[in-house]
């Protein structure tokens, strides 16, 4: 998930606790996005479950780069995954329509092919209309920038005793996914 806010203006106050209560928890308030969940080769060669909704919480910078590191595991899908997500923060940016509270950003890739990494905005359920950029609370430039910094320094993939998490090309057809949110520091919330 993505930004660093992911509730609207007008929540409830119960909403806005609960989101900010379980922001906390990751790299939320300090980058703008949280990985929320995905499926990834584990060391035996079968998909694990990664991310907040598993219970697997990213919770620092060297974490998620672990987890990018090991998700985006060749030069071709880091490449396409960084200009993709470039081209979604440079659409975003440029527009004044609308804010999106707790979209989320799903990448996806062929675990056969692992050339080409797919990224797309997604979750668009608690969306604003705005009248300027002025109004736009949600921080989804703080997740973009993040991710922007952070895809041209992932370190090579290795195996990590914490995560045990490898990049296989053993011909497996299954797609990988990883879905991510961005999210606000709690100081920021109106």
């Given at each position: 998930h993505g930004g660093t806010q992911t509730w609207a203006p007008n929540a409830l106050p119960e909403k806005v606790a609960r989101r900010s209560a379980k922001a906390l928890l990751t790299t939320s308030p300090d980058l703008g996005v949280r990985v929320v969940g995905g499926r990834m080769l584990g060391p035996n060669g079968n998909f694990i479950k990664v991310g907040f909704k598993y219970k697997h919480i990213i919770d620092t910078e060297e974490a998620l780069v672990d987890i990018l590191s090991a998700f985006l595991c060749t030069g071709a899908l880091r490449a396409t995954a960084l200009a993709k997500i470039e081209e979604i923060s440079n659409w975003l940016n440029g527009q004044s329509s609308f804010a999106l509270y707790s979209s989320s950003l799903l990448l996806a890739y062929?675990?056969?092919?692992?050339?080409?990494?797919?990224?797309?905005?997604?979750?668009?359920?608690?969306?604003?209309?705005?009248?300027?950029?002025?109004?736009?609370?949600?921080?989804?430039?703080?997740?973009?920038?993040?991710?922007?910094?952070?895809?041209?320094?992932?370190h090579p993939v290795r195996r990590r005793p914490?995560?045990?998490?490898?990049?296989?090309?053993?011909?497996?057809?299954?797609?990988?996914?990883?879905?991510?949110?961005?999210?606000?520091?709690?100081?920021?919330?109106?």
């Open positions: 062929d675990t056969q092919k692992m050339n080409s990494c797919v990224v797309r905005l997604i979750d668009f359920a608690n969306h604003q209309r705005i009248k300027s950029k002025e109004e736009d609370m949600s921080g989804c430039n703080v997740g973009f920038a993040t991710l922007q910094r952070l895809l041209p320094v992932l914490s995560m045990g998490l490898r990049c296989s090309s053993d011909g497996l057809s299954q797609p990988r996914s990883l879905v991510m949110h961005r999210r606000m520091p709690a100081g920021n919330a109106n």
